[in-house]
């Protein structure tokens, strides 16, 4: 994947090839935008066009020896660093361990490219160490930091990288892709541009895995049985933050139907029967209160809560 293939993100892309085209690559970046809208795929493909070995217009060829390497994470110049496994934050550990390997030249590439995807999990002892690498840039390394908001990260931090914005396609865009270049149907691709915000890496990420099916599976269940016979014993805390993402989707539709009577706003449009008949047996009330609370709940899985607390409060709550 080089520039080319990523998709509406051109103004970030030129900024880039142009710092690549007069010699001004910074030291350090910030990706800055919300997820699934392609950015360290970005990374990635800058870092390709700083280290191919027959780079054209500030673009890497995604052919030679380095530009394969560095897309299929094995190139000893570019390095990810993002929570590990079943963690929420970088450690300390793994900050000392770019910092360390960051102030050696590169190894075989021509720049040093280190990517921390999450940056908004660097702990302030992270953050507090990564400061003294910004302040005295190692020559030859750039530093991409991927980030969602800025609001939790260091101001110190901010002020020493140059900020690069990216943008979601909106969801026209993306329903149109999805079915000329992926071909998904144009049901099923309307309901994926919405439930992903108009994010293609989000509509990808759900049309590719399971996670359509599962949000099928989930609605029927909230159809037949209410919210809170579901089970969702065991489910990992990413996959129940989407599962109230969905659930959010769900009564935000049933909602704009009771207000609004139209389908046309509708995420989930696929389901339009049956938000009518919600819309038909559930108060204004009511859904406004389960937005509420499911937007609380989403709240607490962010500050770490115990999930299976969250989750049986809210469901107690809506029953
Ligand atoms: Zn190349």
Redesign the pocket.
Known sequence: MSFKGIRGQDSAISLLKRSIANGRVAHAYIFLGPSGVGKFTTALAFA?ALN????KAGE?????A??RKILKSNHPDVLAVRPEKDSTSIKIDQMRELIRNISLRPYEGKRKVYVIDGAEAMTPETSNALLKTLEEPPPDSVLILVAENLENLFSTVVSRSQVVRFFPLGADAVKAILMKEYGVDEEKARVLSRLSSGRLGEALRYAEGKLFDKRTRLIDSLIAKGLFDTDFDGVSRDEMRLYLDIMLTWFRDILVYKELGTAATLVNIDRKEAVSRAAANLSSDYLCDAIRRIIETLSYLDQNANQKLAVAALGMRLS
Do not use: D, L, S, T
């Not at 191919?52 to 780079?55: E, K």
């Not at 890497?60 to 030679?64: E, L, M």
């Open positions: 390709q191919c070995a027959g780079a890497g060829c995604g052919v030679c380095p530009c």
